[in-house]
């Protein structure tokens, strides 16, 4: 199986952090951010990856090499601009092959198990969803959340459906079909995911361990001064 980090995003709100820094290689516990995804894909046998970039895409290559000194095989999809989520995807396609992948936020803090999806991966072969989301509680920056979730089937809209919105991880599995004959180029995932969510296409569920959006420098700043003394992130 496997997998893709995203790590293309300017990383806009981050500034002045991310003026000569990618996102992705900001630092939790003197770790860049990637660099606990990498390790925490390869503990659950994911070894073979591919991380995407546009802006300081250079420094990402640079720091992270061909993967082979976390036990993995990286390949990396350049992208001149940053496509958006759907649009990076789409375009490392070739790549990540015919088998259902896993997709991850270069920028998330997390201690969340691949483990978990790699299991999950035989039942979603079998399974009409192409799509299957990680969702967290509701974090105080985004309370009203992103989707509903009943018997693991995601909904934008409530509909009959019983409970509250969760917020979308960044962390998720997907079918190649998902993207099936979707025009390369900038794109963004939204759409595509409400689609889908619309004709039940999306499955899902609940992770309520250690999640943290990197959206801010103050929110970095309040993660390292939780989490940074005790090594926290992905064990």
Not at 58 to 82: C, F, N, T, V
Not at 107 to 133: E, G, M, P, R
Not at 185 to 207: C, D, F, H, N, T
Request: aromatic residues 8%.
């Amino acid at each position: 199986m496997k997998a893709m980090i995203l790590a293309a995003g300017r990383g806009e709100r981050m500034r002045p952090l991310t003026d000569n820094l990618p996102k992705p290689l900001l630092q939790v516990a003197g770790k860049s951010l990637i660099e606990y995804h990498i390790e925490a894909l390869v503990k659950a046998g994911t070894t073979q990856l591919v991380v995407n970039h546009a802006w300081l895409g250079e420094k990402i290559e640079a720091h992270l090499g061909d993967g082979s000194q976390y036990g993995a095989a990286i390949i990396y999809s350049r992208e001149d601009q940053a496509l958006e989520t759907a649009g990076g995807i789409i375009k490392a396609l070739d790549i990540l092959g015919d088998e259902p992948f896993i997709v991850v936020n270069g920028d998330i803090y997390t201690d969340y198990s691949f483990d978990s999806l790699k299991y999950f991966v035989t039942s979603f072969k079998n399974n009409q969803q192409t799509a299957h989301l990680i969702l967290v509680p509701n974090p105080p920056h985004h309370i009203k959340g992103d989707f509903y979730c009943q018997d693991n089937i995601l909904s934008e809209q409530k509909n009959n459906l019983k409970g509250q919105r969760f917020t979308f991880s960044g962390i998720a599995c997907y079918k190649p079909e998902f993207f099936k004959n979707l025009p390369a180029g900038k794109q963004a995932l939204g759409p595509l995911l409400r689609s889908a969510m619309s004709i039940q296409m999306v499955s899902g569920e609940i992770y309520e361990g250690l999640w943290c959006d990197i959206g801010t420098p103050q929110r970095l700043e309040e993660i390292n001064d939780r989490y940074g003394k005790k090594g926290g992130g992905v064990k």
